[in-house]
């Protein structure tokens, strides 16, 4: 396997807490760490209990837990009955959202004293469903129920809204982007729930929102982005509403390239801003998308709302009175400009004007397509220059990127945001644990649109980093296989140069079953098609040897793989590049890597028997650079050893002038200054040191382990322990029949094994 260097990231030393890593592994685990009880009928589930009865999870790791397998999407009944038992769980503050979910599997919230209910976009239940599952202290108590985007139609298409009268208790409701409508939903939820303070009704069919100035008195947030509520019928509402605190009338912008802003209906912004006594508690308001409001109007409004702690103004359009133009409100003076008499530090703006205003729409839109991709556009022209790493943009584009994975536009941007967030040296000071993060949206995206070139490309950019690669602990095979599919997929000279270079790192690694996987003839055939072209070229560029490195560690420890590789004309092949490129270290020492682990393989050793091709490795066993000279000796080695009588009966004379050369070669090499190469174990080595072996072939291998436990031992002397390594090595110091360069090296490294071995062995 090819050695890769290691790079240092300097995050290493803020690590996350032990109970983050302590979960993270339980949810990524869960399956293995519990017991399962099939279900006892067709219509039941598998329920999921710890294998240690004795555990137990307070509160908060409890909803800890259950919030972690939320955002990985991985709730569904069998994972949510692991909460069914009060005695091992507690939750008070429980996240169900997108999860997939039966009325039995919803038991499980049962015992639970619950106050604050996060089910968003549950599929499989409707919202009736939830609200009944709940047990009888909840249903009396629950404060908050966030239901956005979980259906309230039933299996028969009735929309049913009655069960939200249960919940006399509630405070906070969000209904967004559901059914909720004026038939039996608004008035009822109004007359229903008298501690009502907080109300969603964003992106809902509701017509009239009049009943909402029944809860007036008691009213202290109200959400309606993008409602269908007439101007006329809105503007009355909010002119009466003197207790509200936080209001959002933003709508939805449909942005074009060549048709502009996309609204539907006018909103006299200007007449309701410039009273004097609209809204007198509001600290927070949202008129997002609405154009038509005047500069001066603005002002006014702040003037008489000197608390005033937010503005929401993405994508709204002001008119300059003396030409008519329309400008981004957001970009007034006196929102940008520090200096500015008028400005206020302490107001947070949304807009697109600089990047304060930028972030703070991450922040807050994250739920929102549109806005998102038009912030995320901004975003891209301004962290094309950045300097220094800003982990805190990172974390502000990752949760909008998970929200709206089929949204093209998102995507698009926001993988390119990533790419100059985490290019070339800002890696290095971004937390590992946000970099894993950045590297699982990636691959979502790379997966939903798997023929988007762009989009495709952006994924690469981002993922080509040693940091990311070498560093971050990640799904490396799903990874891998997403870039051999856009590699197989796309005829682009820089995406294929990315595209293996990023394999030839992950190749080394996943395992061995897993680069049979990607060894298979489909990804075999295109990496031998771009070595044939380089050769074609006369080219040894860094694609070439990128791709030499990804065939090398994808052969590696995997017969299949190398028989794939040869069915496919891969050894021609490479016979014919150590031909056109004499004397390019890196390309032979690639090309022998990559040959000796057909070597390794004893069933495929005979096609390496050709004369031409074995007098070529010979002449590069006996040449000065010492990384070439290693791995054709590798490849002698292993073919000496074989001691097939059918294999030397007429090559005898050639064996023997082999073994000449490989004892004179490994004697005459001096020590290197670093590590040559990488192994993923050693057992092709262990076959070599039999006590009656061949003395030349033994030598190269004691050779070769000595190296890499010397150069590297802190990996090296523990495997080459655990693997058995100790046992054949004093066998061969006992046989009558090693040579004394053998045994020599051989105590070498036992001596430098003693360090890792426990005190009596």
């Known amino acids: 396997m090819e050695r ?55 509160r908060e790791l409890s ?19 692991l909460f069914a038992n009060s005695k091992s769980t507690r939750l008070k503050r429980a996240c169900i959202k997108n999860a997939v979910l039966s009325c039995k599997g919803l038991k499980a919230l049962s015992c639970h004293r619950i106050t604050d209910l996060d089910a968003s976009w549950v599929r499989g239940v409707t919202v009736n469903d939830i609200i009944g599952a709940l047990g009888e202290w909840t249903t009396g108590h629950l404060q908050s129920l966030n239901v956005s985007g979980t259906t309230f139609v039933n299996s028969s298409k009735f929309c049913i809204v009655i069960s939200l009268s249960m919940l006399k208790s509630l405070k906070h409701l969000n209904v967004s982007y559901t059914e909720f409508n004026n038939n039996l939903g608004l008035e009822l939820v ?16 509701i017509t009239n929102a009049s009943p909402i100035l029944q809860c007036r008195e008691r009213l202290r947030s109200l959400s309606m982005f993008q409602v269908r509520v007439p101007d006329d019928n809105l503007m009355s509402i909010v002119e009466k509403l003197n207790h509200l605190r936080h209001l959002d009338i933003s709508r939805e912008v449909l942005v074009h390239p060549f048709s502009g802003n996309q609204q539907s209906g006018k909103f006299n912004l200007s007449r309701m801003m410039e009273m004097p006594d609209i809204l007198p508690s509001i600290t927070h308001i949202d008129i997002s998308g609405r154009d038509g409001l005047m500069e001066r109007s603005l002002r006014i409004f702040l003037d008489n709302h000197p608390h005033l702690e937010f503005l929401g103004l993405l994508l709204t359009k002001s008119v300059v009175p003396e030409t008519l133009a329309m400008i981004d409100l957001c970009a007034t003076d006196f929102l940008t400009n520090e200096h500015h008499p008028d400005y206020r530090q302490d107001l947070k703006v949304t807009g697109e004007a600089n990047e304060k205003q930028v972030l703070e729409a991450l922040k807050r839109y994250n739920n929102r397509a549109n806005y998102m991709h038009k912030t995320l556009c901004t975003l891209f022209n301004m962290t094309q220059t950045l300097e220094k790493a800003r982990a805190d943009i990172v974390q502000l584009i990752l949760p909008g990127m998970a929200n709206h994975r089929q949204h093209l536009g998102v995507q698009m941007a926001a993988s390119a945001c990533l790419y100059n967030l985490s290019k070339q040296q800002l890696a290095d000071n971004i937390h590992i644990s946000v970099l894993k993060d950045v590297i699982q949206v990636t691959m979502d995206a790379m997966e939903t649109f798997p023929n988007h070139q762009q989009l495709q490309k952006n994924a690469l950019l981002t993922l080509c980093s040693d940091t990311i690669l070498q560093d971050v602990t990640f799904d490396r095979f799903r990874a891998a296989k997403l870039v051999m599919d856009c590699l197989c997929t796309f005829e682009d000279a820089s995406m294929s140069r990315m595209a293996v270079a990023i394999c030839s790192i992950l190749a ?40 030499l490195s990804a065939l090398w560690n994808l052969t590696d420890e995997s017969p299949t793989t190398c028989s794939i590789f ?29 040959i000796n682990n057909i070597a390794e393989v004893k069933e495929l050793r005979y096609t390496l028997l050709k004369q031409e091709f074995i007098q070529h490795v010979k002449n590069l066993l006996e040449g000065d650079q010492i990384e070439v000279s290693y791995f054709a000796a590798g490849i002698i080695a292993h073919i000496a050893s074989d001691n097939d009588q059918e294999l030397w009966t007429q090559t005898h004379n ?46 190269w291998a004691v050779w070769a382990i000595q190296h890499v436990c010397t150069k590297n031992s802190v990996r090296y002397c523990p495997m080459l322990i655990k693997e058995g390594g100790v046992i054949v090595l004093k066998t061969l110091l006992t046989s009558h029949t090693t040579s004394e360069d053998v045994r020599k090296i051989t105590e070498n490294i036992l001596d430098v094994l003693k360090q890792y071995l426990p005190a009596n062995q």
């Open 566 to 594: 040869l069915n496919e004309g891969g050894l021609e092949l490479l016979m014919h590049i150590l031909e056109i490129f004499p004397n390019e270290t890196a390309v032979e020492t690639k090309v022998l890597g990559l």
């Open 63 to 81: 909803e800890e837990l259950l919030h972690r397998l939320s955002k990985q999407y991985a709730l569904n009944d069998a994972v949510l009955s």
């Open 654 to 699: 050639l064996r023997q002038e082999l073994l000449r050369s490989l004892h004179g070669a490994i004697i005459g090499w001096a020590n290197p200054k670093g590590e040559m190469v990488a192994y993923r174990s050693f057992s092709p080595f262990f076959p070599l040191l039999g006590p009656d072996g061949i003395a030349e072939v033994q030598l």
């Open 508 to 547: 080394a690694k996943i395992s061995t079953e897993q680069t049979a996987l990607l060894g298979s003839k489909p990804y075999m055939k295109k990496l031998l098609n771009i070595v044939k072209m380089k050769a074609e070229e006369v080219q040894a560029d860094v694609t070439l040897k990128f791709t």
């Open 4 to 58: 890769l260097t290691m790079s240092k990231c300097e995050c290493e030393e803020s690590p996350n807490s032990l109970q983050d890593i302590c979960l993270d592994f339980i949810s990524h685990n869960l399956y293995s760490l519990c017991q399962q009880t099939p279900a006892e009928d067709k219509t039941g589930f598998t329920r999921l209990a710890f294998k240690d009865s004795e555990i137990y999870f307070h």
């Open 190 to 205: 109004v007359d229903s729930l008298k501690q009502l303070e907080s109300l969603d009704i964003s992106h809902t069919p």
